[in-house]
């Protein structure tokens, strides 16, 4: 199949806080409502259409995460609530009513999840308020099970009759605490009870995932491989019990204590630890219940704490190191799930590692993927035929997360770019916009002029202009202090931004010959064919193709290549490479690349 250079990216504004890291995320309550994100140090705005969302000032919630908490917080959303789990922090929610009305609080749950039950009984505890809303103390005897940590806990309490439970409201000592009662207890010294699993103390959940219309919570420090799921249809209902529509509480048995990093809903529910990924389902298909679930072991490589993204059938995760992209399907031949690496052939691209990524859909099916380097990978993927292929992305700056939503018939992919401006650092919001090609760029559009301003975003950049479909020669000059930029001769569309020069270089070649393999041996293109489509500016070994003819009107853009351009006797050498490269910021299709080769000693 052909390539193309990629598009370039539209500015939209600066973070609120460009001296933290920032991270993007997609809220997406349906193709038409979609919003995007900006996770900073301290804080949650959003944006939409292209801007950032404005009632008087931007739309702002605080949250309750660090900066070096932002790239390990999981989500998972339903409608227009989106779940958050870090295990640092108790779980949050984020409910959106309108454009700009949203809210941030924290889960509050029902019942549960609760550790293991009391079997010694001679440890009990008694409550002194026993009635639904009654306030009162909680006494340990024969132990000393609170720690100040366990305010904001539950406590499971049964007489094998009477079966409630009562929320930690304040420390006093290690046998004493204050509760009140959110589920009527027995009176007296009981010994059936347990601990609520989520707590200060025990740890808050890392991971999260909706499957089969319950909300699953996964591994505490205190219980690394166990998964909660709620009452089905009630996402923040643990209440224990025998039925079907239960509560789901599974421990997976392992010699190894790894933690649970990621949960996919994928014919039950994938689990991606540290050592393993493995499935949680409830047998031969059927639906989990409480007393059928199992979990099986599939591979065996580990995953890295980054949220795998969905992309056909297959389940996509970043293997342990971050290094590679392993797709998690089934297969016939087998009968069972397999993950083969999907950067087997590219393992130079991901070798700084993969720290965030997104998915897009439309119009191409390409998983983006945030390097540790600053760069992107973008994958192109579509394994009905076979076809998976790399390529590398860089900007005058440092890419730092990237998200995905839906924009019409397409997707659109949005970033955080870390960039330097007038020598100072800056984090700016900016989405990838296939009618540019060039990046952190603005557009005009009006009566024709010979310069523009409002780019102080990029003042003291040396930037690349297009007017009217052209690119100008003569646009070397910084963007000056005030944001302005002159060009000649006049045009009324007008795009100014960064520069990047997509380039397309061709494996060594390999062709049947008398003498043996080409591979080390002299080489050279005595002629070289490039089909082109809807192309200016293109460059092949460093020969620039004549992008306008005798014919071409003087002060009009040209007409775009759609057809083969040819060049000749690119000289010896033992690679036998063919660069392409677009110098211009115009867009760039290559269909194919085709020639004569001619080989020496």
């Given at each position: ?8 990216t539209r500015?939209?504004r ?12 997609p809220?997406?309550?349906s ?22 969302i ?11 995460w ?35 009305a ?26 002194s ?53 959110r ?30 219309e319950r ?5 505490t ?23 079907d ?30 050592k393993?990924?493995l ?17 099986l ?86 394994p ?11 900007t ?32 700016y919001?900016e ?13 005009y ?22 007017g009217?479909?052209a690119?100008?020669?003569?646009s ?15 045009a009324s ?16 070649p ?14 050279r ?7 082109l489509l ?16 005798s014919?071409?009107e ?13 060049t ?9 490479e063919?660069s ?17 080769l001619?080989?020496?000693?």
């Amino acid at each position: 199949g052909g390539v193309y250079g990629r598009p370039g990216t539209r500015f939209v504004r600066e973070v609120k806080n460009s001296a933290a890291r920032c991270r993007i995320i997609p809220f997406e309550f349906s193709s038409t409502q979609a919003y995007i994100v900006e996770m900073g140090d301290t804080h949650l705005r959003f944006y939409m259409d292209g801007g950032i969302i404005i009632s008087g000032t931007p739309v702002e919630v605080a949250h309750p995460w660090t900066e070096d908490e932002l790239f390990d917080v999981k989500y998972a959303q339903t409608a227009d609530t989106m779940y958050f789990a870090h295990q640092n922090v108790a779980p949050y929610k984020l409910t959106r009513t309108s454009h700009t009305a949203w809210t941030l609080e924290k889960v509050v749950f029902k019942d549960g999840p609760y550790m293991p039950a009391n079997g010694d009984t001679a440890k009990t505890l008694t409550s002194s308020a026993t009635a639904l809303g009654g306030t009162g103390t909680l006494t340990a005897t024969g132990h000393t099970p609170f720690v100040a940590a366990h305010v904001g806990s539950f406590w499971q309490i049964s007489d094998g009759t009477t079966t409630g439970y009562v929320e930690v409201t304040g420390y006093t000592s290690s046998s004493v605490v204050n509760v009140t009662v959110r589920k009527a207890v027995p009176a007296g010294a009981q010994w059936k009870w347990r601990e609520g699993a989520f707590s200060d103390h025990r740890g808050w959940p890392r991971s999260l995932g909706f499957v089969e219309e319950r909300l699953f919570f996964a591994s505490t420090n205190s219980q690394p491989l166990t998964m909660w799921g709620s009452v089905n249809g009630d996402f923040v209902n643990h209440q224990p019990g025998v039925e079907d529509d239960d509560a789901v509480e599974y421990t997976v048995a392992s010699s190894y204590v790894n933690p649970i990093h990621w949960l996919v809903e994928d014919r039950g529910m994938f689990i991606g630890t540290t050592k393993s990924e493995l499935r949680l389902g409830g047998g031969n298909d059927a639906p989990l219940t409480p007393s059928n679930a199992r979990v099986l072991v599939q591979t065996t490589h580990g995953s890295k704490s980054i949220q795998p993204v969905r992309a056909g059938n297959s389940t996509i995760f970043v293997q342990r190191a971050g290094l590679k992209v392993r797709s998690l399907q089934y297969n016939f031949n087998s009968d069972s799930y397999v993950a083969p690496d999907l950067t087997l052939i590219a393992h130079h691209i991901t070798e700084s590692g993969v720290v965030d990524w997104t998915y897009q859909q439309e119009p191409e099916s390409i998983i983006h993927c945030v390097l540790a380097n600053g760069k992107i990978a973008s994958m192109t993927y579509v394994p009905d035929q076979q076809v998976v292929g790399w390529a590398l992305h860089s900007t005058d700056g440092f890419f730092e997360s990237l998200a995905c939503i839906p924009n019409g018939e397409k997707d659109q992919v949005w970033a955080v770019v870390r960039r330097t401006i007038n020598n100072s650092t800056v984090r700016y919001v900016e989405y990838f916009d296939p009618l540019l090609h060039m990046d952190c760029a603005l557009s005009y559009s009006g009566t024709p002029v010979t310069s523009v301003t409002g780019l102080s975003h990029l003042r003291g950049k040396t930037v690349c202009i297009v007017g009217d479909g052209a690119a100008y020669s003569n646009s070397s000059q910084p963007v000056g202090a005030s944001g302005e930029v002159a060009f000649s001769p006049a045009a009324s569309a007008v795009d100014v931004g960064l520069p990047f020069t997509p380039e397309l270089i061709t494996l060594r070649p390999e062709v049947p010959d008398r003498g043996g393999s080409l591979q080390g041996r002299k080489k050279r293109w005595v002629k070289v064919g490039v089909r082109l489509l809807d192309t200016l500016g293109v460059t092949i070994n460093g020969d620039q193709v004549e992008s306008r003819s005798s014919d071409d009107e003087m002060d009009q853009a040209p007409d775009p290549i759609n057809g083969d351009v040819i060049t000749v006797n690119t000289g010896w050498d033992r690679d036998g490479e063919i660069s392409i490269t677009q110098t211009q910021p115009l867009a760039i299709t290559v269909l194919g690349v085709f020639g004569t080769l001619e080989s020496g000693e």
